[in-house]
């Protein structure tokens, strides 16, 4: 099984702006009153601990119920025999209760849930901007009214240098009402994916910019006439996205609310009807055109793992190059022995490419976090949910057990606090196999999801491969972050106006930007196609924002 594509799940592909090179963006929405000050729970402290510190377990002085949603991965059953809920029980004294909802529709199914008051007190695998259609209607808390009652939460903010991006996700109100998973360092989780040995093959060296990468295909493709050497298998979402950076816009996942300050006029302008988007379109078009990039792969449904086609014709020599991460480095790796034998390939991950902006890439992000109900806050028992998901989402002990196990039982750590796994166990999702044949993602439930969103560099390192731990320091020593967005947060009376031009005007863009990279729609029609867009309100949408932003740049 390949392991999580680590984006959000699939969205009804016209209703939310999200994306995982969107984490930091601002939600949207928001009411006009700010916070008061803390809010007292201390009537509500059923099963909670005295004294609860950062660094601290977490265990409830009495037995609790808690409710979580929790997504369904088809490839990834939950079973009631796994540990991992087994171990929290033991270590807590909470026993979690899921919601199940399958990850082909999750988006929906948990908007549904929420809508309808129905969904459980804890709300995971929310990436920032999720929380938008819930705000105004109180239906989740706004989480910056109980942080103070979440040490481990405020205790890595600080230390890993975050307290101004959490600041960016205040709503108009002053208050953030989810709480992201923190990293300690971010770089792109999606990059250029290479086949490297073929790279070298055709004496192509690594490319660093995206002139050296088309260079490389045109080398390729004269030594494989009949490939494509460059896929997506992301419905070009994916591909555009850690584009975009280095052609000065945004694009693909990373397209937001479709704005970027223009540094000249200190005003935010639409990206879509820039010059730098209609030469990165162009860019791709002339990829396209000359047979390097395969337009199948901009076409086909992504099911959540990436077009599955991709991996197929990477194992056939039809495709070396293609958008991925680590796991999906393993995936195609994997493929490659069936069809090379091992050692007679090499994929690597490499740094998002450069491009006419520099080497430039997206700005520092979260990864994904979590919500809470509103009712939760009516629950006797909610200081000690507040402990419960503080410990559950921050605390370092409790992410080294969700991503590994038990100390002892399945992995062990040297002096230097390297994790390796014991005999008996394999994390086949990773390619890290032993003596044994207990998986302990698969048989255990350790290595999902839940594992993701908040970890230290140490942590994240100690499952990737050398190569994708070689990756996090080139992104990191190579790469310039971009300055997060601007956040320009509406208040509840704009956000119909706002809703009702933002997305029939993402609709035209998306529909046109994959027909001008297809060549469905020449290139010549490009002042034709903003045209379009200014019919469509696009100036009262961007005076729109641009309004929220100078007012909330007022406030802070």
């Not at 996942?253 to 970027?260: A, R």
Request: proline fraction near 5%; glycine fraction near 8%; charge should be negative.
């Amino acid at each position: 099984m390949a392991p999580f594509t680590f984006k959000n799940p699939p969205v009804s592909r016209r209703a939310f702006v999200t994306g995982i090179a969107a984490a930091g963006l601002v939600a949207l929405v928001g009411c006009s009153k700010k916070s008061e000050g803390p809010v007292d729970i201390s009537a509500q402290s059923v099963g909670a601990m005295e004294g609860f510190e950062a660094d601290m377990q977490f265990k409830a002085t009495e037995p609790l119920d808690l409710s979580i949603l929790w997504t369904d991965w088809p490839e990834l059953p939950v079973k009631d025999s796994w540990e991992v809920f087994k171990e929290i029980k033991a270590r807590t004294n909470v026993n979690l209760e899921l919601t199940h909802m399958p990850f082909s529709d999750a988006v929906e199914k948990r908007s549904l849930l929420i809508s309808a008051g129905d969904a459980p007190s804890i709300i995971p695998l929310i990436y920032t901007g999720d929380e938008k259609p819930f705000v105004s209607s109180g239906a989740v808390l706004p989480m910056s009214d109980y942080v103070e009652h979440m040490p481990n939460f405020r205790k890595y903010v600080k230390e890993w240098d975050l307290e101004a991006m959490i600041d960016n996700l205040r709503q108009a109100d002053g208050k953030y009402y989810m709480l992201p998973g923190l990293q300690e360092v971010s770089v792109p989780v999606f990059s250029l994916m290479i086949r490297k040995d073929v790279f070298e093959e055709v004496g192509a060296a690594i490319p660093n910019t995206w002139d050296e990468v088309r260079d490389s295909l045109v080398k390729i493709k004269a030594k494989y006439p009949d490939s494509y050497p460059l896929a997506d298998g992301f419905e070009g979402q994916s591909l555009l996205n850690y584009a975009a950076r280095s052609f000065g816009t945004q694009a693909g996942w990373g397209f937001g609310t479709g704005t970027i300050m223009d540094e000249e006029s200190k005003k935010l302008k639409y990206v879509a009807t820039s010059k730098e988007y209609k030469d990165l379109v162009t860019f791709f078009h002339g990829l396209v055109k000359d047979g390097l990039l395969d337009p199948e792969s901009l076409t086909a449904a992504d099911a959540g793992g990436g077009n599955a086609s991709i991996s197929e014709k990477f194992a056939s020599n039809k495709i070396f190059a293609a958008s991925g991460n680590t796991g999906t480095v393993i995936e195609y790796s994997t493929a490659l022995d069936k069809t090379l034998g091992k050692g007679a390939h090499e994929v690597i991950l490499i740094a998002p490419p450069g491009g006419p902006a520099g080497n430039i890439i997206g700005p520092r992000n979260f990864w994904h976090g979590f919500m809470l109900s509103s009712k939760a806050k009516d629950q006797p028992n909610f200081q000690a949910l507040l402990q419960f998901v503080d410990w559950y989402f921050y605390n370092p002990d409790a992410r080294e057990l969700l991503r590994w196990g038990v100390e002892g039982k399945q992995y062990t750590k040297d002096a230097t606090g390297a994790i390796k796994l014991k005999d008996g166990f394999s994390l086949d999702a990773w390619n890290l196999t032993s003596k044994g044949a207990v998986d302990i993602q698969k048989d255990l439930g350790y290595s999902t999801f839940a594992s993701e969103g908040t970890e230290s560099r140490k942590l994240k390192e100690s499952y990737s491969p050398k190569d994708a731990v070689a990756y996090i320091e080139s992104v990191l020593t190579t790469r310039t972050f971009r300055a997060p967005d601007a956040p320009a947060p509406l208040e509840e009376a704009e956000l119909e106006q706002s809703s009702l031009i933002a997305t029939p005007l993402k609709d035209t863009v998306d529909t046109n930007t994959l027909k001008f990279v297809l060549g469905e729609r020449d290139l010549s029609e490009w002042d034709k196609f903003v045209t379009e867009l200014e019919g469509q309100g696009l100036a009262s949408y961007v005076d729109l924002l641009d309004t929220a932003h100078e007012r909330f740049a007022d406030k802070t």
